[in-house]
């Protein structure tokens, strides 16, 4: 087996699945519409592509560099000059870093098309809003029924009988809303919806 080619293939095979949980989380709701959607893609949930995104550029990143290292003197080689010299600001390099910089700076200043991209992105996000619905407060799939009500100014009781009434199973108001809403195979916001009393 040759280092060079397990290497390469490493780095183009992490390169890939980044590229594709790139495109996921390019694509995924913000984190509080979905935690709260319980927004899942292919069976994995946003936490979930997030660590795999993690973990895959991990790998990339030591790909590339054993194959900078194996690659060394080619490397070099880029670097230098018609006369054989070391020159880091070559022609090649000066224009890579040029592009390098133009998406930054565009990035930054919101600069078109770069700008497009995260209007888009933007665009892909609100429509996940509409979809799932917006939490009443960041992380409220966490909250227990108890402390949700309080943090929504709900009549507890009413909020229980609430649940009651629209058929949602619970144990008791300690019961977090993801426990509730997993167990009777809905989402949050219906529970939330549930506890809500209706005018």
Known sequence: MKMRKITSLTALLSFVFLLITSVILYI?????????????????????WEDFHTNL??????AVFVHIWLNRRPIANYLKNRSKRLVIFTG????????????????????????WVLDIQSSIQDSANEKYGDPPYRHAELSSIKILAQKTG???AQALDGL??????FHDENQTILEIAELNKIKCRDVY???????
């Open 28 to 48: 995924v709701p913000l984190g509080r519409v979905a935690y709260w959607g319980q927004w899942r893609l292919w069976g994995f949930s946003k936490s979930q």
């Open 57 to 62: 550029g991990v790998l990339f990143v030591l």
């Open 92 to 115: 090649e390099f000066n224009i890579a870093l040029i592009l390098l910089l133009a998406f930054c700076l565009g990035t930054y200043f919101r600069i078109p098309p770069l700008s």
């Open 154 to 156: 709900l009549d507890l």
């Open 164 to 169: 009651r009434k629209s058929g949602v199973k």
């Open 193 to 199: 919806q549930a506890m809500v009393p209706t005018e």
